[in-house]
């Protein structure tokens, strides 16, 4: 069985990290229609069978109806494909939305909020969507797999082995109560970072379709995984074959081969955010910084963040500095340097000094997560006590 596994399109989304830049929003949003549509370009050519969306195709606080238009003409081009939809959190199947108030094209299976098995002769396709903007009840042990003969697979959009107060608002999902279900591939949607490289379980995670920020790094794209069930010696001799033939045949993708399951990236993103640290210990004027970094070499399909580090000899405004950088495609610049001060000694001195910076070290103890705001904070302090 073969299927492509996408997920987290985020069609019309307003794509705020881009907003301070003229016109970058707009061109990343023609960006992210392209990529779709290469997307089913490359179904349409491999003929391939099945089309598995895990949630967030699209943005239902901002989704136009021309654009569900046009992602379902796309969809009429393939018409032998069988597509099946998970709402996510946002794009969940509410009574206003487009997924229950649009004529979809007939071969689009759209999930709702109740369990749907849909059968096939060798496959047997399970679904679960999102109601809401939040999912906190859904019980995964409901699920009993009817024929474990078949290649059973799961599509759901949520947070596996969530942690965090906030992820456990978006359908948290245990990795165990998933392996007692016994899948033998769930195609899964919500995060932005594809796991697929180092998954274990099958519980597969293809990132986001594109990158919408700093946040998610690197590569995206799709997946086109091909499952068979009858792992014979045969399938292990095709499936090293395969392997020895990766750089012949697929030097843009990465291919995963493991078990009775092929995994294969289809990178489909033609931008890459990256992160770039420039060390400004020499540096001794805002001019002299702003000279090192407009000499920078950047690519001009990637968007840079330029991070500056180091122990900085001047006063630093990033609001200022990129006022006047050059190259349109740095979109950020953030200070992690450290001011000219021994903190730990400071905090030893019996003094005015020594107590304030004491006291705040307590505070980055108490609170990491705001380290930065606090060393700030620090820097004017002891500017004060200097002046």
């Keep these: 069985m073969r299927f492509i596994h996408m997920a987290d ?54 989704i136009r109806e021309s654009t569900i238009e046009y992602i379902n003409n796309l969809f009429k081009e393939i018409p032998e494909t069988k597509i099946f939809i998970a709402p996510g959190n946002h794009d969940p199947f509410l009574n206003n939305s487009f997924y229950n108030n649009f004529n979809w094209n007939k071969n689009v ?39 474990k003969e078949k290649i059973n697979i799961l599509i759901i959009h949520g947070s596996l082995d969530a942690s965090k107060t906030l992820e456990m608002q978006y359908n948290p ?12 591939y769930v195609a899964l949607g919500h995060i932005h970072k594809a796991n697929f490289e180092n998954n274990e ?31 014979s010696e045969k399938n292990k001799i095709n499936n090293l074959k395969i392997k020895n033939n990766l750089e012949e045949n697929n030097l843009n993708n990465k291919k995963i081969i493991k078990n009775n399951i092929k995994i294969n990236f289809i990178k489909l993103d033609n931008r890459i955010f990256e992160e770039k640290n420039i060390n400004i210990s020499e540096i001794n004027s805002e001019e002299e910084l702003i ?13 840079y963040k330029i991070i500056l580090i180091g122990q900085k000899n001047i006063e630093i405004s990033t609001t200022r500095l990129c006022k006047f950088i050059r190259d349109e495609n740095i979109l950020k610049i953030k200070d992690k340097t450290e001011i000219k001060y021994n903190i730990d000694n400071l905090a030893k001195q019996n003094n005015l000094k020594g107590l304030f910076v004491k006291k705040m070290l ?26």
Excluded: M, W
């Design 291 to 303: 000279e090192k970094i407009n000499e920078i070499k950047l690519e001009k399909n990637k968007f």
């Design 201 to 231: 379980n099958n519980f597969i995670y293809p990132g986001s379709l594109i990158s919408f920020g700093f946040d998610e790094l690197g590569e995206h794209g799709i997946i086109d995984v091909e499952i068979n069930k009858n792992n």
């Design 9 to 62: 399109v985020h069609f019309d989304t307003p794509f705020t990290v881009l907003g301070g830049k003229k016109d970058f929003a707009d061109i990343r949003r023609l960006e992210q229609r392209q990529a779709f549509k290469q997307g089913i370009e490359y179904i349409q050519k491999e003929k391939i069978p099945f089309l598995f969306i895990a949630g967030d195709l699209y943005e239902q606080k901002y």
């Design 173 to 184: 999902i245990k990795t165990n109560e998933l392996k007692n279900i016994g899948f033998d």
């Design 109 to 147: 299976t759209i999930f709702n909020q109740e369990i749907k098995i849909i059968e096939f002769e060798d496959v047997d396709i399970y679904g679960f969507g999102f109601s809401d903007f939040y999912c906190t009840d859904f019980d995964i042990n409901k699920i009993k797999i009817k024929n």
């Design 362 to 387: 307590e505070k980055v103890n108490e609170d990491n997560s705001n380290i930065d705001e606090i060393k700030k904070s620090i820097e004017i302090g002891l500017k004060a006590f200097d002046q």
